[in-house]
């Protein structure tokens, strides 16, 4: 019954494109127990909001394409069964529905259904390929290669292979966020044994030259993995082409659920990983633990929906960002983007900026009405600048005032017509309360002034 109506109010809804980010997260839940809704407001910690905001941070996490839940929810309510077990039609028909989710995701990334292993999200796959492939190859191999700008979780791990007594080595990138390829070249040694570079910058939305990177690898026969989690469903991407050993995939990054992300691991040839988990020996006994069918299944889902519609969604986050960009650096000075702007080198929905002569916090805490980052999720609680922004070379004052505008399949022309309106309002404010501004709009050069004589 409660399928039915689920299902039924979805179905009611006209098309999906007319969906905001907005409307699409709001069908709608109880607000959290430290919120309070009163006359249409929102209060959560303390902060007072007409209504939910403009959602735009889509790299954080995107919201759940009514087409995926869809599909989850026979096996949240009635095919429960346990995909391991093969004693009674329960567990087979979980067991062919998680195999048929294997086959979307390997066809999105031409993989064969073999080298996908479900794990519970990609710092798991990134854990499981950085530590996993070393450890098993530690009596021959112990240099790895990564990059500064990669995501928290491949670093730590990394910094947990040096505790070991492993060796690392982060390659810098040049201005635009890219990594030179020859800097690659001369990094690696005769025990290198993996070579750790994401594929989409989860911060500034780059793409790094990953067949280029897989190429040399391939040459030198050294493994290749890659953090996809971010470019997966938006890009095209092969892993054939690229040349991958290892790929870490994410299930909430594409409109799917979240708790679930994959690891593709290529068989020929053969890449080999030491178990960060012990079990009960599911998926190859790389990963452990009952595999979450209903969440699996939403991943599935959602890879075939992307499938289907990247390049659709592709030109019309295009023109959505070009509409955002345009209307705040047509209305605002001083407006730096991080990262390369040239075509192919960067992902449409993911906008960094950073507005000069303005203080980070306070134009978060003035935009909340527009849900958006000063950087990754995962480094949010800090008050250090973003460390992606200070690898590029961009002054500590601008990496304060970065933002990260994130634009995905439900985005609306309105919600951004309004994020540039509040945002452009924002900044004239606080700039207002800026001497420096006021300085540099004099023609002043901020950056010769001898502060030390005034």
Not at 203 to 212: L, S
Not at 281 to 309: D, H, W
Request: with cysteine; net charge neutral; aromatic share 6%.
């Amino acid at each position: 019954m409660v399928s039915k109506l689920v299902v039924g109010t979805f179905r009611r809804i006209p098309y999906i494109r007319r969906f905001s980010t907005a409307t699409a997260t709001s069908v709608s839940t109880p607000p959290h127990e430290d919120a309070t809704v009163a006359s249409g407001d929102l209060l959560m910690k303390g902060v007072k909001i007409a209504g939910r905001p403009l959602y735009l941070d889509m790299q954080a996490t995107s919201p759940m394409d009514p087409r995926v839940l869809d599909s989850m929810l026979p096996f949240l309510m009635s095919r429960y069964g346990n995909p391991h077990s093969r004693t009674h039609v329960y567990g087979w028909e979980s067991e062919a529905a998680v195999e048929k989710a294997r086959e979307q995701i390997a066809a999105l990334i031409n993989a064969s259904p073999k080298e996908i292993i479900f794990t519970s999200g990609a710092t798991e796959s990134n854990n499981i390929s950085v530590k996993g492939v070393m450890h098993f190859y530690k009596d021959k191999k112990r240099h790895v290669i990564t990059t500064q700008t990669e995501h928290k979780c491949v670093l730590d791990s990394c910094r947990h292979l040096q505790q070991e007594g492993f060796d690392v080595t982060y390659l810098p990138v040049e201005r635009d966020g890219l990594i030179d390829i020859n800097k690659l070249r001369d990094a690696i040694r005769p025990d290198t044994g993996l070579v750790s570079i994401m594929t989409v910058n989860n911060e500034i939305g780059v793409i790094q030259p990953v067949e280029e990177i897989g190429k040399i690898c391939r040459e030198k026969n050294i493994h290749f993995h890659t953090d996809a989690a971010q470019a997966l469903g938006k890009i095209p991407v092969d892993v054939e082409k690229m040349n991958v050993s290892l790929m870490s995939l994410s299930g909430h990054k594409i409109y799917g659920p979240k708790g679930v992300g994959a690891l593709y691991m290529r068989r020929r040839p053969r890449i080999r990983v030491e178990p960060q988990m012990n079990g009960g020996g599911q998926e190859r006994g790389i990963r452990s633990g009952t595999v979450p069918t209903p969440l699996v299944v939403g991943f599935g889902a959602a890879c075939e929906v992307a499938m289907k519609e990247m390049e659709y969604d592709d030109q019309r986050i295009k023109n959505l960002q070009e509409r955002l960009l345009h209307g705040i650096t047509s209305k605002l000075k001083g407006v730096e983007i991080n990262g390369s702007t040239e075509i192919g080198k960067r992902y449409w929905g993911n906008l960094n900026l950073s507005f000069a002569f303005v203080e980070g916090e306070s134009l978060l805490m003035g935009l909340k009405e527009v849900a958006v980052s000063s950087g990754s999720a995962c480094t949010s609680a800090s008050l250090e600048p973003s460390y992606v922004l200070r690898a590029l070379g961009v002054e500590e004052d601008m990496a304060h005032t970065s933002i990260r505008f994130g634009i995905g399949r439900f985005t609306t022309e309105q919600e951004i017509d309004k994020a540039v309106e509040l945002t452009v309002k924002r900044v004239e404010k606080l700039r207002e309360m800026s001497p420096l501004y006021e300085m540099w709009e004099e023609g002043i050069d901020i950056k010769s002034i001898d502060w030390s004589q005034h």
